[in-house]
Structures are given as structure tokens and as C-alpha cells.
């Protein structure tokens, strides 16, 4: 079934270090989302990406859609202790199988050193 | 909008026993979905309803495990009887159909089975 891998599993890094996390499809995907989880929270939803190469920028997040539409990826510039909290990719099933819900990734646990 | 309602938020109970956790979806949303999440599985879909129809409850580990939706604002996910290996957090999340198919997560049970 389909599946997606991300990359790293835990990241951790000094405030103000960059950060970046990688979603990696073997299939096309018609368009990815990314969630974030604080700490004993739940998932939320960040930004969705459904163009070929597409870019979105939300403040210090950028997020990227590969041209190929098999990979995305989530950069985070000069971290913020705001930032900890697992990412998460999130996909629609491929044709044939469930369509109303998403595969999720396993997510990256971002942690931040002050 | 309150939001994904879910309940109770914590739960103990001991191994044997029948449990029932609760969601009410956003108001208007006709897709529900329930999800667990543990560390060594990450989070796993257990079953979606839409329009309070089950449409897939492959993830549904065993038959100890049911899920019901009598109405559209409300469903329940029950666990007879429990074990230690069902602990975990659980998340409800509902969306409405069409549009980018984003979810939005209740803040989830933390059910614990000693």
C-alpha cells in the first residue's frame, strides 16, 4: 500500500540552527499536507502543496513540493523553542484504494535546545 | 467553532475492563475519522465513517475493538475488553468533503489499561 518515509526520525538542534525534514513517496502523489504536533498536543494542520515544484512560505517555514511529485520537504529557518514538536507528511491513498483519508508519515521529533 | 470534542480526555482502567471513548465531530463535517497513536507505531487509522457510514475499518486491530456513529455529531469507539497493549492516545479528526481534504484533530484520550 502506499506509503510514505520521512526523514530524519528525531532531529535535534541549538536555538537559531536551522532544521529541515524530508517526505519521500515511491508513488505520485496529487498533493501532500504537513501537520505539527506540540508536545502532548494534537496534530495540526500547517499548509497543504498541490502544484509540481510549488514553494510555500509561512514566516520562518518554507515548505517545497519536489517536481516530480514524490517528495516534499519542511525547512525551518533559526529555530525557535516554539518550533518543538513532531511534523508530520500526510498523503491521499492512491487510486484504488480508501479515498476519503490520508496516509500519514511517522513524523520528525524536533527538539530544541535554548 | 469549538471544535473536535472528545471524551473523557484521560482514562485508566484495569485490564478486562469495557471502555468507551467519545468524539463529537466539527459541526458540519461529514467525515470522521479515529486514530491511535503509541511511539512504537506512530499514528495508526483504526476506522473512518462517512456520512456516519463506516467506509474503512482495516486498521481496526481485532474484534475487541468497535466503532459507532448514530448520528452526525457524534461517535464512539469502544475497546471489550481492554489490555495493557491497547494503551495509547486517541484521536478523533473530522473534515468535510471536497476541498483539500485537511483534518482537524480533537485534543485526544490518553487511555491507560494496567
Known amino acids: 500500500g502506499q506509503q510514505v518515509m520521512q526523514i530524519p526520525q528525531y532531529q535535534h538542534v541549538q536555538e537559531g540552527e536551522d532544521f529541515t525534514t524530508y517526505c519521500n513517496s515511491s508513488?505520485?502523489?496529487?498533493?501532500i499536507q504537513w501537520y505539527k504536533q506540540r508536545p502532548g498536543g494534537h496534530p495540526v494542520f500547517l499548509i497543504q502543496?498541490?502544484?509540481?515544484?510549488e514553494v510555500k512560505k509561512q514566516k520562518r517555514l518554507t515548505f517545497q513540493f519536489g517536481e516530480a511529485k514524490k517528495n516534499s520537504s519542511l525547512h525551518i529557518t533559526a529555530t525557535q523553542t516554539t518550533d518543538v514538536g513532531t511534523y508530520f507528511c500526510?498523503?491521499?491513498?492512491?487510486?484504488?484504494?480508501?479515498?476519503?483519508?490520508?496516509?500519514f508519515g511517522k513524523g520528525t521529533k524536533l527538539s530544541v535546545k535554548p | 467553532d469549538a471544535g473536535v470534542i472528545q471524551s473523557p480526555r484521560h482514562e485508566v482502567t484495569e485490564m478486562g475492563q469495557e471502555v468507551t471513548l467519545r468524539c463529537k465531530p466539527i459541526?458540519?463535517?461529514?467525515?470522521l475519522f479515529w486514530y491511535r497513536q503509541t511511539m512504537m507505531r506512530g499514528l495508526e487509522l483504526l476506522i473512518y465513517?462517512?456520512?456516519?457510514?463506516?467506509?474503512?475499518d482495516s486498521g481496526m486491530p481485532e474484534d475487541r475493538f468497535s466503532a459507532k456513529m448514530p448520528n452526525a455529531s457524534f461517535s464512539t469507539l469502544k475497546i471489550q475488553p481492554s489490555e495493557p497493549r491497547d494503551s495509547a492516545v486517541y484521536f478523533c479528526?473530522?473534515?468535510?468533503?471536497?476541498?483539500?481534504?485537511?483534518?482537524?484533530f480533537g485534543p485526544g484520550t490518553r487511555l491507560t489499561v494496567t
Open positions: 479528526a473530522s473534515r468535510l468533503s471536497g476541498g483539500s481534504y485537511e483534518q482537524y
Open positions: 508513488t505520485t502523489l496529487s498533493n
Open positions: 502543496l498541490v502544484k509540481s515544484g
Open positions: 500526510a498523503v491521499k491513498p492512491p487510486y484504488g484504494g480508501s479515498q476519503g483519508n490520508l496516509i
Open positions: 459541526s458540519g463535517h461529514d467525515y
Open positions: 465513517f462517512n456520512n456516519n457510514v463506516p467506509i474503512d
